[in-house]
T-cell receptor, first 114, second 110 residues
Framework: EAGVVQSPRYKIIEKKQPVAFWCNPISGHNTLYWYLQNLGQGPELLIRYENEEAVDDSQLPKDRFSAERLKGVDSTLKIQPAELGDSAVYLC????????????FGPGTRLTVL | RKEVEQDPGPFNVPEGATVAFNCTYS??????FFWYRQDCRKEPKLLMSVYSSGNEDGRFTAQLNRASQYISLLIRDSKLSDSATYLC???????????FGRGTSLIVHP
């Protein structure tokens, strides 16, 4: 079975440019998460979807970040405009619904903003 | 204060050693707990869930202390391949929001 797929794996952009990341979760996983991970830190939740509904986006900087999961399957996370401090790894994870369910992570997108 | 706190280490131990990590959480509404392992420049992967009664999986033992709000991970007979960062996760019951600690780095040397 295919795991969580993310693209691109690496992205280098100049500040003030837009950037988008794509995630395809494991088939059948209703819950999808976007995380940001800085070097030496744990993943920080940006947004969580249950099917197509964003059920928690309190940590998403809404002035520049947006996300969508229109058909409840794959998802896109966008930053516009990017800032130097946005350089990080953006991880997508998926799980079945429920409190004790394991999250499966994609390989992440490593973003560098110059 | 971070919701989930871990000693970043690194813990530098010889092969065969026993090593233990603790993780404290501040949200008393947390109901589910996990340990994830993350290798360098890789994604996190579930190591084990942490149950109230404690649980063991081979050389790994996880325990939960709700009164003191901490979880622990014990690794016995350390292997070189155990070298990684171990991430503690606490998840609240109502909102299902998972909160990760910053991770504890383990280096097992020959």
């Amino acid at each position: 079975e295919a795991g969580v797929v993310q693209s691109p794996r690496y992205k280098i952009i100049e500040k003030k440019q837009p950037v988008a990341f794509w995630c395809n979760p494991i088939s059948g996983h209703n819950t999808l998460y976007w995380y940001l991970q800085n070097l030496g830190q744990g993943p920080e939740l940006l947004i969580r979807y249950e099917n197509e509904e964003a059920v928690d986006d309190s940590q998403l900087p809404k002035d520049r970040f947006s996300a969508e999961r229109l058909k409840g399957v794959d998802s896109t996370l966008k930053i516009q405009p990017a800032e130097l401090g946005d350089s990080a790894v953006y991880l997508c994870a998926s799980s079945t619904q429920g409190l004790n369910n394991e999250q499966f992570f994609g390989p992440g997108t490593r973003l560098t903003v110059l | 204060r971070k919701e989930v706190e871990q000693d970043p280490g690194p813990f530098n131990v010889p092969e065969g050693a026993t090593v233990a990590f603790n993780c404290t959480y501040s949200n008393s509404a947390s109901q589910s707990f996990f340990w994830y392992r993350q290798d360098c420049r890789k994604e996190p992967k579930l190591l084990m869930s942490v149950y109230s009664s404690g649980n063991e999986d081979g050389r790994f033992t996880a325990q939960l202390n709700r009164a003191s709000q901490y979880i622990s991970l014990l690794i016995r007979d350390s292997k070189l391949s155990d070298s990684a960062t171990y991430l503690c996760v606490a998840q609240s019951g109502g909102s299902y929001i998972p909160t990760f600690g910053r991770g504890t780095s383990l280096i097992v040397h020959p």
